[in-house]
């Protein structure tokens, strides 16, 4: 991997980012494509949100770019451009947490700290056979301490890729491959058949349901209409295709002159012609389904449209827009 091997920190950052919650295999991808646009801190806290937001796009977790993009701004404000090379200041970052901290600061500085991600709490909560709840205040803490008492204080960085790397490659959550491990002389779960059983977790993640109506209207000029999010909601800083928010999932007892009236004062005289099956995506707190409704418009230069941009059918590719409306686009061609 080419995050392997480096001490630059912020090409470490940005693969730890990239990485968080992503595959390798699609992570890489992502990694050299940022780096190659945003080569260095600089160039990143020079850039816009929009081309950071459309380098990202695809990648969910857009909070994440956009705290990346807040966090450059601070190295070039506070620290004079140079990234910083201690763990409070790298703590002190937008949206730098304790993982990502400990794996700058022990990869880029060698510094003594320990990373704890969820490679780590397996493998510890396996090895060890402890049954705090890794996601309640307890077991955070508890597990902290355990990762940083073990951490070989010589040679830190080493020390975490290794154990990373096990959780990664051997500790797998549903399979582990005990047979191929370095630990499974003094391992707990393996002496016990218990590997099923750790890590332990409390919480149950509700999913909340919402229900969205994209309207895609083309003009006669073939234009199509796309609206930036700026509220605290998902998405902020993407565009999106005309939205109307429903209470209920679409079906036959649907009124749609009700959504359509939502629209009118934008788009006046528009006509339905076909509504897609819809798109069920998931986010780590809520499941979106969307239909897609193909529409035409008749869009009057004097119409108010203050709230959208129209853009040519070749041009919506240089539009950051969700991984939900990539995935029509995409459906589309
Ligand atoms: S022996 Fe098995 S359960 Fe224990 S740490 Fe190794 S892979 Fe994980």
């Known amino acids: 991997m080419p995050w392997r091997e480096i001490s630059d920190p912020y090409k470490i950052w940005v693969s730890e980012i990239i990485l968080q919650q992503t595959r390798i295999s699609q992570g890489l991808d992502y990694y050299l494509r940022f780096l190659s646009q945003f080569p260095t801190v600089q160039s990143l806290a020079s850039a816009s949100e929009d081309d950071v937001l459309r380098q990202w796009q695809g990648l969910g977790y857009y909070s994440r770019a956009r705290n990346m993009h807040t966090a450059a701004k601070e190295i070039t404000e506070r620290f004079n451009g140079v990234f910083p090379n201690n763990y409070k200041d790298i703590r002190s970052l937008k949206g730098i947490g304790d993982y990502t901290a400990a794996a700058i600061a022990s990869f880029a500085f060698g510094l003594p700290h320990a990373v704890l991600d969820g490679n780590v709490f397996r493998v510890l909560s396996r090895f060890f056979e402890i049954a705090t709840p890794i996601d309640s205040v307890q077991g955070k803490k508890e597990f902290a301490e355990l990762a940083q008492s073990l951490l070989d204080l010589n040679n830190p ?3 975490n890729q290794g154990i990373m790397d096990l959780g990664a490659v051997i500790c797998l959550p549903s399979s582990p491959k005990c047979v ?3 630990l499974q002389d003094a391992c707990l779960a393996l002496a016990h058949n218990t590997q099923k059983i750790y890590p332990v977790k409390g919480k149950k993640i509700h999913l909340r349901d919402r229900y969205f109506a994209y309207f895609v209207v083309k003009d006669s000029d073939k234009h199509y209409f796309l609206h930036k999010r700026t509220d605290k909601d998902i998405w902020q800083g993407l565009y999106e295709f005309p939205l109307v928010e ?3 999932p679409l079906d036959e007892y649907t009124d749609y002159t009700e959504i359509v009236n939502a629209l009118l004062p934008s788009f006046p005289q528009l006509t339905i012609q076909k509504i897609n099956a819809p798109i069920k995506h998931i986010l780590s707190h809520q ?4 239909w897609f409704i193909e529409a035409k418009a008749d869009v009057h230069k004097n119409t108010s449209l203050v709230q959208y941009n129209m853009v040519d059918e070749q041009d919506l590719d240089n539009y950051a827009v ?3 409306t990539e995935i029509y686009l995409d459906q589309r061609m």
């Open 157 to 159: 960085a080493l020390y």
């Open 180 to 182: 191929d491990c370095p």
């Open 246 to 248: 429903l209470s209920r």
């Open 287 to 290: 499941c979106i389904y969307a």
């Open 322 to 324: 969700s991984r939900l």
